[in-house]
């Protein structure tokens, strides 16, 4: 269509993981939560499922949201920023921050969708190559860059980075943003949270739909210094964040003790994947997310893919210009050993 801004028409466009309507698949390649959410969270939605409240346009800011968080998270609610999921918050971010022509880096191997965010906005994308080790590589970011994304722990690698690397990078790029994508934090020892309210151009995002399992629902927020937030809030849509999604990530949110159960039971099934896949032939990167990159030397690992899909078992393929392996989402224990059952079979 000739209206299309030509750099719409040039991109490729994300695509997300495959989601096969079919009850028999095992599901292992969007790093879902294998358990259900907070049994809180269905009390609170059927609570949120009344004629007056659904009649009515939700809270803007989701400021119920906001206070609950802060609580839990230690954080002044004033800085907090709701969304539609994670990738709303990214997608805010971009066009607050970037201008049409300008520059948005980050690390690669990484998450392709803030490729795609840059080619929306007619904006240049660098990919830095991570340093040896997978850290972060400092040095050789570009000083010049608008928006800079570092996820950590990384997809689809599980690496984490030391914070103190992220505060050298946010003070070699300042003013100009550094953006903390925490989608994976709640698996990994620490997190960047204290430092998105002290450091002056660090934002963190996090997302409810990997550790509180509710990717069904989109909710995702930010933490960041009052004075950035209030800028965002201009530019995200008036109701991004509906009635329902508020009530279940509340609800979520406040059941910490459900969380961290749910937590540790698939930290404890991801250090059983790690020896169990090496067994196999599979070289997997040490995670600290909830999920595991495999790779192998000996063989290509697309077919592998394949078969598991013939099988009815879904991980994820990802190639980065040559450099490909297995993103394998951390399941429940029965789906886990289907998973190495079948891999002993194809191999």
């Not at 509710?214 to 509906?242: Q, T």
Request: hydrophobic share 40%.
């Amino acid at each position: 269509m000739s209206a299309v801004r030509p750099n719409i028409s040039a991109m490729k466009g994300y695509a997300p993981g495959e989601q096969l309507n079919d009850p028999d698949i095992v599901k292992l390649n969007t790093n879902e939560n294998p358990y259900p959410p907070s049994p809180r969270v269905f009390e609170a939605v059927q609570a949120a499922l009344t004629p007056n409240k659904l009649r009515k346009y939700p809270e803007p800011l989701g400021d119920t949201f906001r206070r609950a968080a802060g609580k839990v998270l230690g954080v002044d609610p004033d800085c907090i920023l709701i969304g539609n999921g994670s990738d709303d918050i990214l997608t805010i971010l971009t066009r607050a921050f970037v201008p049409e022509g300008g520059l948005i880096a980050s690390p690669t191997p990484s998450y392709i969708l803030y490729k795609s965010l840059a080619e929306i906005q007619g904006a240049r994308f660098q990919a830095v190559p991570f340093a040896d080790g997978w850290s972060l590589p400092v040095k050789e970011w570009p000083k010049v860059a608008h928006l800079s994304f570092v996820p950590n722990p990384n997809s689809p690698t599980g690496t984490v980075v030391p914070l103190s690397a992220v505060a050298d990078l946010a003070a070699q790029l300042a003013p100009a943003p550094l953006v903390l994508d925490e989608a994976y934090a709640d698996f990994a020892h620490e997190n960047g949270l204290s430092r998105a309210v002290t450091l002056p151009n660090l934002i963190v995002t996090r997302t409810l739909s990997k550790s509180y399992s509710l990717a069904g629902i989109r909710f995702g927020f930010a933490v960041a210094r009052p004075e950035i937030v209030r800028e965002l809030v201009k530019v995200k849509d008036s109701y991004n964040c509906d009635v329902l999604s508020l009530a279940a990530a509340t609800a979520a949110l406040e059941d910490q003790d459900y969380f961290r159960s749910v937590r540790d039971k698939i930290v404890a099934t991801r250090e059983r994947m790690v020896p169990a896949l090496t067994q196999l032939g599979f070289e997997v990167t040490p995670s600290h997310a909830n999920f595991v990159w495999c790779r192998r030397s000996d063989r290509p690992v697309k077919p592998i893919y394949e078969e598991l899909k013939r099988r009815k078992i879904l991980v994820r393929y990802m190639n980065y210009d040559g450099y490909d392996g297995l993103r394998i989402s951390v399941g429940s224990d029965a789906e886990i050993d289907t998973l190495l059952s079948a891999l002993k079979a194809i191999l």
